[in-house]
């Protein structure tokens, strides 16, 4: 709607892959492992990054299912809790002015908040300013579904967040 070009998508998913296209006649999705790609060579510069990372090491349900069969959750969990961390590779390879990333709503409360507090690090390491928000998409799809949304803006282009003009939006009203 504001004339941006996706340049580049990754999904594993067959099923996400297929609906990914039929929504948005984009047969160019990339399938396959993230983790596996050379990010110079692979993804092409952009002005904004959206990204989510799998919400099962972080979310109630997922870490009590984990929980319950022995098993790692949140960044421990070797294959899927540290995706997070491929998301900063490509920031630190590519730099994108703007990130927006999501997950639920737990992330911020995850292993005692020490989780929220590794990815606000992170982020603040690579010097971008931070704006995140629990917000309930009950009020543009027929159901509760709360998710934490991080829009962050890299500093030398846009300043510190007092400096910074941004909102999340306010939902539709009935």
Not at 13 to 42: H, M, N, P
Not at 91 to 117: A, I, Y
């Amino acid at each position: 709607a504001v004339g941006g070009t996706c340049v580049f998508t990754s999904e594993w998913d067959r099923f996400s892959i297929k609906t990914y296209q039929t929504w948005f006649g984009d047969d160019d999705v990339s399938s396959g492992d993230i983790r596996d790609l050379d990010i110079k060579a692979e993804i092409p510069d952009h002005d904004v990054l959206c990204a989510g990372f799998p919400c099962q090491p972080f979310s109630l349900a997922g870490v009590s299912k984990k929980n319950s069969l022995g098993r790692l959750h949140g960044f421990e969990d070797a294959t899927q809790g540290n995706l997070f961390f491929k998301i900063m590779d490509i920031v630190d390879e590519k730099r994108p002015p703007v990130l927006f990333l999501e997950n639920v709503k737990n992330l911020r409360s995850h292993d005692k908040g020490n989780t929220w507090g590794v990815i606000q690090d992170c982020l603040i390491e690579r010097e971008y300013s931070i704006f995140s928000e629990v917000i309930d998409a009950q009020s543009w799809v027929p159901q509760h579904r709360e998710r934490i949304f991080i829009v962050c803006f890299d500093r030398h282009i846009f300043g510190r967040e007092d400096e910074i003009k941004f909102r999340f939006p306010k939902p539709p009203e009935d």
